[in-house]
């Protein structure tokens, strides 16, 4: 089956504790990204990759690193949790980089930084 | 640049009742817009996506929308209310540029509740 996967789907954590979301796909997608989701405010996107170890800037990247070593997966990394990053997190890919194609979403990772 | 406003935040509606969400959105050049939605607890799913064929766009579950450029809408409707039409609407625009990629930029959503 065609998915995005993303691990945890929930996870509380302290300010300051690195931490690591994983995101993959199987569908041998060029381009991926991440999104956060804040009540009001839909979902802005964090970071992006156009395809392997390239990657870039979104609207919110402060406080997030990503990296983009394989095709298939694309972590999101939070190097000093702050309690303003507490958020829903989704990850998406599409078929290529500046396309039209709709992005696919996986089924978002709750973080709760205390 | 892109943005998308959803003219109402919530929606309540009788089952098997039409349903109308409203969508206006600015774009500098021809853009993409889908709708996405999100049942509680869920992920994002398609339900439709305009790139710049038919104007009237079929999407899944009954759903459809219709764009028009020169009112800059994109307003999704259902003839007809289902229960689990209960649900999270995103109105989306993507303008992909070497500068933004493929950025989806999101409307504020609109959450729809079904009434029995």
């Known amino acids: 089956e065609a998915q995005v996967t993303q691990n945890p789907r929930y996870l509380i954590t302290v300010t300051g504790k690195k931490l690591t979301v994983t995101c993959s796909q199987n569908?041998?997608?060029?381009?991926m990204s991440w999104y956060r989701q804040d009540p009001g405010l839909g979902l802005r996107q964090i970071y992006y990759?156009?395809?392997?170890?390239?990657?870039d800037k979104g609207d919110v990247p402060e406080g997030y690193k990503v990296s983009r070593k394989e095709k298939r997966n694309f972590p999101l990394i939070l190097e000093s949790p702050s309690p303003n990053q507490t958020s829903l997190y989704f990850c998406?890919?599409?078929?290529?980089?500046?396309?039209?194609?709709?992005?696919?979403f996986g089924p978002g990772t709750r973080l709760t930084v205390l | 640049a892109q943005s998308v406003t959803q003219l109402d935040s919530h929606v309540s509606v009788s089952e098997g009742t039409p349903v109308l969400l409203r969508c206006n959105y600015s774009?500098?050049?021809?853009?993409?817009l889908f709708w996405y939605v999100q049942h509680p607890n869920k992920g994002l799913q398609l339900l439709l996506k305009?790139?710049?064929?038919?104007?009237l766009v079929k999407g899944i579950n009954g759903f459809e929308a219709e764009f028009k450029k020169s009112e800059t809408s994109f307003h999704l409707t259902k003839p007809s209310a289902h229960m689990s039409d209960a649900a999270e609407y995103f109105c989306v625009v993507s303008e992909p540029s070497q500068a933004a990629g493929n950025k989806l930029t999101f409307g504020g959503g609109t959450r729809v509740l079904v009434k029995p």
């Open positions: 305009y790139t710049s064929a038919a104007t």
């Open positions: 774009s500098s050049y021809s853009p993409s």
């Open positions: 569908m041998n997608h060029e381009y």
């Open positions: 998406a890919s599409s078929l290529r980089f500046l396309s039209y194609n709709e992005q696919f």
């Open positions: 990759s156009m395809n392997v170890e390239v990657t």
